[in-house]
């Protein structure tokens, strides 16, 4: 692959990529530095989140601007603050051994004199939200009129949020003979009229297939009842116990009540939404980003700028509106080069939705059941056995020994063990033992995609996951390659932090258990079993097949809202036990 040393890139830039510990660029940088550098030209670079884009414009803006002058010569429009002050600390690490370079941030939220007095220090670069921009230029506190270089970060999720008045009257106190770069996910109309007014014949480039998701993120839908939407995701939360996400819904409404839902029963999550404060904004970020929240519910303009690379997940509680910001939603996971995972949850009458997004982020999705009961009992158990293994034993313990051991004199080995991992597999044993089948009854159609029925299917527990290196990809590789499946004969892959499951039809049963009976891997042993637990299906792809026309963007809207609790129990089997240290109130 191309090193950074080939991009043309100037020494004191390859010395901040050298401490940053970048050691290849991303495809988007690869293809969009040497274009930058070489020509005084105007661009259009169509690339999902997370894939390094900042980085792209940001070392050829920092290596043409001229140091010597104190002009404003660079400005970078965003959507959000938390996306304009991530560039702006960013572009300060890339400028580090540039010392006479300067970056300032303008946003809403913060003191206008302040930043307009930074600015008049001498800002070579200034990133901004349009709003703000705006009203500085209203106010005469910046002057664009001479900037080299103007930046469009995040296009279309500026033009989603309703900045385009607000991007035109910019750029049109900007001279014409600037050079504009335009990055975007999705390329919809209101990006095309931006790039044809204000841009001179720019060069194109696209990571992967316009319009597409990334390709490290996997797609999956779950086919409930309206009214089973929450109990729903809570069981997708007890069968990730280290999921680290963004759940999204429609309205700060919505968002609200589920966020409060979620830590009355025993999970650590908090809410994003336009009703927060911004003081309550930064502690929900902040303690999202420090993982003390798992579950960060979110509207898609509170969560618009959120840039945090280890999301394991995106639930869509709700599908949006339009189907751009489905793509913007999964683009939060699979980061960096990592994998990560999109779940929708939907009724019977939002199958359609899949099959138009399907269509525009070209990838298939994977139909879902939502686990059983049963099926949670025993990835908990397992996660509840790996966690007594790695836990470090505090010496202090040693102190209180003989007294323990007088507590538990008279009780053998095995007997021990059980009382110990049924202290808590008993808590979620009680609430899921009688609980319902969630999983909404379809059609056989869900078959035509080349899916096998759930009861052809057998699931199998392996002592390998992501503490090994495996994600949902490589694993599927793994497996499919020492036991020589075809591509398709690996699926409903589970990674889990030191375990994982997957399924395969029947057939495959006796090659994969011959397969893995005293396998090695380094020299460790890699033992595969059936679950106790099997949970079958999983397989079929898409949705169901779309009857009558309609637009690409827009789809009518849910009204169907979760008021119903599992049967039987209505709080969570997590209630009191994984609460967030801080107060309810100090997330809202």
């Given at each position: 692959?191309?090193?950074?040393?080939?991009?043309?890139?100037?020494?004191?830039?390859?010395?901040?990529?050298?401490?940053?510990?970048?050691?290849?660029?991303?495809?988007?940088?690869?293809?969009?530095?040497?274009?930058?550098?070489?020509?005084?030209?105007?661009?259009?670079?169509?690339?999902?989140?997370?894939?390094?884009?900042?980085?792209?414009?940001?070392?050829?803006?920092?290596?043409?601007?001229?140091?010597?002058?104190?002009?404003?010569?660079?400005?970078?429009?965003?959507?959000?603050?938390?996306?304009?002050?991530?560039?702006?600390?960013?572009?300060?690490?890339?400028?580090?051994?540039?010392?006479?370079?300067?970056?300032?941030?303008?946003?809403?939220?913060?003191?206008?004199?302040?930043?307009?007095?930074?600015?008049?220090?001498?800002?070579?670069?200034?990133?901004?939200?349009?709003?703000?921009?705006?009203?500085?230029?209203?106010?005469?506190?910046?002057?664009?009129?001479?900037?080299?270089?103007?930046?469009?970060?995040?296009?279309?999720?500026?033009?989603?949020?309703?900045?385009?008045?607000?991007?035109?009257?910019?750029?049109?106190?900007?001279?014409d003979e600037k050079s504009t770069w335009l990055f975007s996910a999705t390329m919809p109309k209101e990006v095309s009229l931006i790039a044809k007014k204000f841009m001179h014949s720019p060069q194109e480039i696209t990571v992967g297939a316009k319009n597409s998701g990334a390709t490290t993120v996997q797609h999956e839908y779950?086919?409930?009842?309206?009214?089973?939407?929450?109990?729903?995701?809570?069981?997708?939360?007890?069968?990730?116990?280290?999921?680290?996400?963004?759940?999204?819904?429609?309205?700060?409404?919505?968002?609200?009540?589920?966020?409060?839902?979620?830590?009355?029963?025993?999970?650590?999550?908090?809410?994003?939404?336009?009703?927060?404060?911004?003081?309550?904004?930064?502690?929900?970020?902040?303690?999202?980003?420090?993982?003390?929240?798992?579950?960060?519910?979110?509207?898609?303009?509170?969560?618009?700028?959120?840039?945090?690379?280890?999301?394991?997940?995106?639930?869509?509680?709700?599908?949006?509106?339009?189907?751009?910001?489905?793509?913007?939603?999964?683009?939060?996971?699979?980061?960096?080069?990592?994998?990560?995972?999109?779940?929708?949850?939907?009724?019977?009458?939002?199958?359609?939705?899949?099959?138009?997004?399907?269509?525009?982020?070209?990838?298939?999705?994977?139909?879902?059941?939502?686990?059983?009961?049963?099926?949670?009992c025993e990835i908990q158990l397992y996660h509840l056995a790996n966690k007594i293994k790695d836990t470090k034993i505090n010496p202090e313990v040693d102190n209180y020994l003989p007294a323990i051991n007088d507590v538990l004199e008279g009780i053998d080995r095995e007997e021990l063990i059980k009382k110990i991992v049924s202290?808590?597999?008993?808590?979620?044993?009680?609430?899921?033992?009688?609980?319902?089948?969630?999983?909404?009854?379809?059609?056989?159609?869900?078959?035509?995609?080349?899916?096998?029925?759930?009861?052809?299917?057998?699931?199998?527990?392996?002592?390998?996951?992501?503490?090994?290196?495996?994600?949902?990809?490589?694993?599927?590789?793994?497996?499919?390659?020492?036991?020589?499946?075809?591509?398709?004969?690996?699926?409903?892959?589970?990674?889990?932090?030191?375990?994982?499951?997957?399924?395969?039809?029947?057939?495959?049963?006796?090659?994969?258990?011959?397969?893995?009976?005293?396998?090695?891997?380094?020299?460790?042993?890699?033992?595969?079993?059936?679950?106790?637990?099997?949970?079958?299906?999983?397989?079929?792809?898409?949705?169901?097949?779309?009857?009558?026309?309609?637009?690409?963007?827009?789809?009518?809207?849910?009204?169907?809202?979760?008021?119903?609790?599992?049967?039987?129990?209505?709080?969570?089997?997590?209630?009191?036990?994984?609460?967030?240290?801080?107060?309810?109130?100090?997330?809202?």
């Open positions: 692959m191309t090193k950074f040393e080939a991009l043309g890139l100037q020494k004191s830039l390859l010395d901040a990529v050298a401490d940053m510990g970048f050691e290849n660029p991303s495809e988007v940088q690869e293809k969009a530095i040497p274009i930058l550098l070489e020509d005084e030209t105007d661009l259009v670079a169509l690339a999902q989140t997370g894939t390094g884009k900042t980085a792209a414009f940001g070392f050829p803006l920092i290596q043409k601007i001229d140091r010597e002058s104190r002009t404003t010569q660079g400005l970078i429009l965003s959507p959000t603050r938390e996306l304009c002050l991530q560039i702006t600390n960013e572009l300060q690490h890339y400028s580090k051994y540039e010392k006479s370079i300067n970056v300032v941030a303008i946003y809403g939220g913060a003191s206008i004199t302040e930043q307009a007095r930074q600015i008049k220090r001498g800002a070579q670069i200034v990133v901004a939200t349009p709003g703000r921009m705006k009203d500085m230029i209203g106010r005469r506190l910046v002057d664009i009129s001479k900037i080299d270089y103007c930046v469009l970060d995040e296009a279309d999720e500026m033009l989603n949020m309703g900045f385009f008045e607000d991007i035109k009257d910019i750029l049109s106190n900007t001279p779950y086919v409930v009842g309206g009214r089973d939407r929450y109990p729903a995701l809570k069981r997708l939360a007890d069968t990730n116990p280290d999921i680290f996400s963004v759940v999204f819904c429609r309205t700060k409404r919505d968002t609200q009540k589920v966020a409060e839902k979620l830590i009355e029963d025993g999970y650590n999550a908090g809410a994003l939404h336009g009703d927060l404060s911004q003081n309550q904004r930064d502690l929900v970020m902040n303690a999202f980003r420090k993982k003390q929240i798992q579950m960060l519910v979110a509207t898609d303009v509170a969560a618009r700028g959120i840039d945090v690379d280890d999301i394991t997940h995106v639930i869509n509680y709700q599908l949006p509106d339009e189907i751009e910001t489905y793509t913007h939603r999964s683009g939060r996971t699979g980061r960096a080069g990592k994998s990560g995972i999109s779940m929708v949850i939907v009724t019977r009458s939002e199958l359609r939705k899949i099959k138009a997004i399907e269509k525009k982020i070209k990838q298939d999705f994977l139909a879902r059941n939502i686990p059983t009961g049963m099926e949670i202290v808590e597999f008993t808590r979620f044993y009680n609430y899921y033992n009688k609980s319902k089948d969630l999983n909404s009854a379809t059609s056989d159609r869900g078959n035509e995609r080349g899916g096998a029925p759930s009861n052809g299917a057998v699931r199998y527990f392996i002592n390998v996951g992501e503490k090994d290196g495996y994600d949902w990809m490589s694993l599927k590789d793994f497996v499919r390659d020492t036991v020589g499946l075809g591509k398709e004969d690996v699926f409903k892959v589970d990674v889990k932090d030191s375990f994982s499951f997957f399924n395969t039809d029947a057939e495959a049963t006796e090659q994969i258990l011959a397969t893995f009976k005293d396998f090695k891997v380094d020299g460790r042993f890699v033992n595969v079993e059936i679950s106790k637990s099997p949970g079958g299906g999983g397989r079929r792809r898409g949705g169901f097949k779309d009857k009558g026309k309609r637009k690409d963007r827009s789809w009518d809207n849910d009204r169907g809202r979760s008021k119903r609790r599992e049967k039987g129990n209505s709080s969570s089997p997590n209630s009191g036990k994984r609460r967030s240290k801080k107060r309810k109130g100090d997330f809202f």
